[in-house]
């Protein structure tokens, strides 16, 4: 038995989650959701897979980029658009939760970028007692 790559597991839960979060009437920005989230999003990071230059790309715009190609978004979008007409509201229910995921992705990606900064190394003479 094949097991899938890591970065396609990885979107297959995330987007397990979003159905839930749909099913439930449950926003991404509450745990369970967002906790459930996070993990994800950390297990994506230390596979290196939130770089823009990253074999398998999972930063926000990409992953969110997937899950619409997956769902059908991009082309349901660009027909709504031909045709001068709204999104069926399944489709836009589906935008929404990219939206909420897409931000929740990029606070996450910005705060974890900016760790180092705002939590310099102990100094060594402090961390020793002294």
Same mark, same amino acid.
């Given at each position: 038995?094949?097991?899938?790559?890591?970065?396609?597991?990885?979107?297959?839960?995330?987007?397990?989650?979003? *159905?839930?979060?749909?099913?439930?009437?449950?926003?991404?920005?509450? @745990?369970?959701?967002?906790?459930?989230?996070?993990?994800?999003?950390?297990?994506?990071?230390?596979?290196?897979?939130?770089?823009?230059? =990253?074999?398998?790309?999972?930063?926000?715009?990409?992953?969110?980029?997937? #899950?619409?190609?997956?769902?059908?978004?991009?082309?349901?979008?660009?027909?709504?658009? =031909?045709?001068?007409?709204?999104?069926?509201?399944?489709?836009?229910? *589906?935008?929404? #939760?990219?939206?909420?995921?897409?931000? #929740?992705?990029?606070?996450?990606?910005? =705060?974890?970028?900016?760790? @180092?900064?705002?939590?310099?190394?102990?100094?060594?003479?402090? =961390?020793?007692?002294?």
């Amino acid at each position: 038995m094949q097991t899938a790559p890591l970065h396609e597991v990885l979107v297959t839960q995330v987007e397990d989650i979003l *159905k839930r979060s749909e099913e439930k009437s449950q926003p991404l920005e509450v @745990d369970p959701i967002r906790a459930e989230l996070f993990e994800l999003f950390v297990v994506a990071h230390g596979a290196g897979f939130l770089e823009e230059d =990253a074999e398998h790309d999972l930063t926000a715009d990409e992953l969110c980029k997937i #899950l619409a190609t997956r769902w059908g978004l991009d082309q349901a979008a660009q027909s709504s658009v =031909a045709r001068q007409e709204k999104l069926d509201s399944d489709h836009l229910v *589906k935008m929404r #939760l990219l939206w909420s995921l897409l931000r #929740l992705w990029m606070e996450w990606t910005y =705060a974890w970028q900016r760790w @180092d900064e705002f939590h310099p190394p102990a100094d060594s003479s402090e =961390a020793d007692g002294e």
